[in-house]
């Protein structure tokens, strides 16, 4: 069992930053895929960005890339996404969830479906 909690969600103008942060436990967060995605109202949930287990490939969604950064510290077991230049089409629910059965992996979960675990969310508003 793993549980996700988020946090650093927020109200901010268009041009701010944020980062989120997404704390872990229950088993070996080092070992396996993490990713972050948003669902705005209306509209289906979409990757934002993932990372695998050793930080050594990531992949991030078009709309987000040179903007958004995710990382992580399997110290704290922890992964962020920081995001600058933020537009009012950022305005979500961002999730953080998990890929257990990638151990150790270099594939970094593209798809929703992939994933096993997800947090609550925490809401993400960018104002004009």
């Known amino acids: 069992q793993v549980q996700l909690v988020e946090s650093g969600g927020g109200l901010v103008q268009a041009g701010d930053s944020l980062r989120l942060s997404c704390a872990a436990s229950g088993r070996t967060f080092s070992s396996y895929v993490m990713g972050w995605f948003r669902q705005a109202p209306g509209k289906e949930r979409e990757l934002v960005a993932t990372?695998?287990?050793?930080?050594?490939?990531?992949y991030y969604a078009d709309v987000v890339k040179g903007r958004f950064t995710i990382s992580r510290d399997n110290l704290k077991n922890t992964v962020y996404l920081q995001m600058n230049s933020l537009k009012p089409e950022d305005t979500a629910v961002y999730y953080c969830?998990?890929?257990?059965?990638?151990?150790?992996?270099?594939?970094?979960?593209?798809?929703?479906?992939?994933?096993?675990?997800w947090g609550q969310g925490t809401q993400v508003t960018v104002s004009s």
């Open positions: 990372i695998n287990w050793n930080s050594s490939h990531t």
């Open positions: 969830a998990a890929d257990i059965s990638r151990w150790r992996s270099s594939y970094v979960s593209q798809f929703s479906y992939e994933y096993d675990y």
